[in-house]
């Protein structure tokens, strides 16, 4: 079960710090990953972090947001700054196994609002 916490409304400029718990699963055998997506468009990646701290960013994301995970707390995090109206979206947080590649988990998705 992935758990993610901590969206809202935010102006431009502003920040926000997204968590996800996640429980039931070998937390350390999962490659974590945000994905978002705003009304009328279709999921995309924001960033994701292997169990050894290797991440990845999609291109728009770069330098503005960063992934984090602590495996002592079974939990992913995404601290977002500079927030534009186009982050505007439901992010999701997402699991996958490192080995079982089939094995993926969703969240249920929290609300981020930019706007002023």
């Known amino acids: 079960q992935l758990v993610e916490s901590g969206g809202g409304l935010v102006q431009p400029g502003g920040s926000l710090r997204l968590s996800c718990a996640a429980s039931g699963i070998m937390f350390s055998n999962y490659a974590m990953g945000w994905y978002r997506q705003a009304p009328g468009k279709e999921r995309e990646l924001v960033a994701t972090?292997?169990?050894?701290?290797?991440?990845n960013y999609a291109d728009s994301m770069k330098g503005r947001f960063t992934i984090s995970r602590d495996n002592a707390k079974n939990t992913v995090y995404l601290q977002m700054n500079s927030l534009r109206l186009e982050d505007t979206a439901v992010y999701y947080c997402?699991?996958?196994?490192?080995?079982?590649?089939?094995?993926?988990?969703w969240g249920q998705g929290t609300q981020v609002t930019v706007s002023s």
């Open positions: 997402n699991a996958r196994h490192i080995i079982a590649s089939m094995l993926v988990y």
């Open positions: 972090i292997r169990g050894g701290g290797i991440t």
